[in-house]
Nanobody, 121 residues
Framework: QVQLVESGGGLVQAGGSLRLSCAAS????????MGWFRQAPGKEREFVAA????????YYADSVKGRFTISRDNAKNTVYLQMNSLKPEDTAVYYC??????????????WGQGTQVTVSS
């Protein structure tokens, strides 16, 4: 079992930055790939970024490539999402998730409660 708690969301102006954190508790955090997803009002949840268990491989949605960076610290059981050059269309509830798989094809079994990110124009 893995419990996930996101933090770091908030209100920021367009062009600004935020760093989201996702703290994991439970055993074997380092065994899991981690992902970030987001859901905007009236829209389906969408993939944002993922990172392999070792941190050696990362994957991004085209909409955030070059602006967002996912990273992890297995010693701290934490995964991060650095978001730069934020746009109003990045406004959403952001969720972290833990899963298993290979080569970016992960199935996520554990989800956090989400943190709100609002980008004003």
């Amino acid at each position: 079992q893995v419990q996930l708690v996101e933090s770091g969301g908030g209100l920021v102006q367009a062009g600004g930055s935020l760093r989201l954190s996702c703290a994991a508790s439970g055993r074997t955090f380092s065994s899991y790939a981690m992902g970030w997803f987001r859901q905007a009002p009236g829209k389906e949840r969408e993939f944002v970024a993922a990172i392999s268990w070792s941190g050696g491989s990362t994957y991004y949605a085209d909409s955030v490539k070059g602006r967002f960076t996912i990273s992890r610290d297995n010693a701290k059981n934490t995964v991060y999402l650095q978001m730069n050059s934020l746009k109003p269309e990045d406004t959403a509830v952001y969720y972290c998730a833990a899963g298993l798989g290979v080569d970016g094809r992960y199935e996520y079994d554990y989800w956090g409660q989400g943190t709100q990110v609002t980008v004003s124009s």
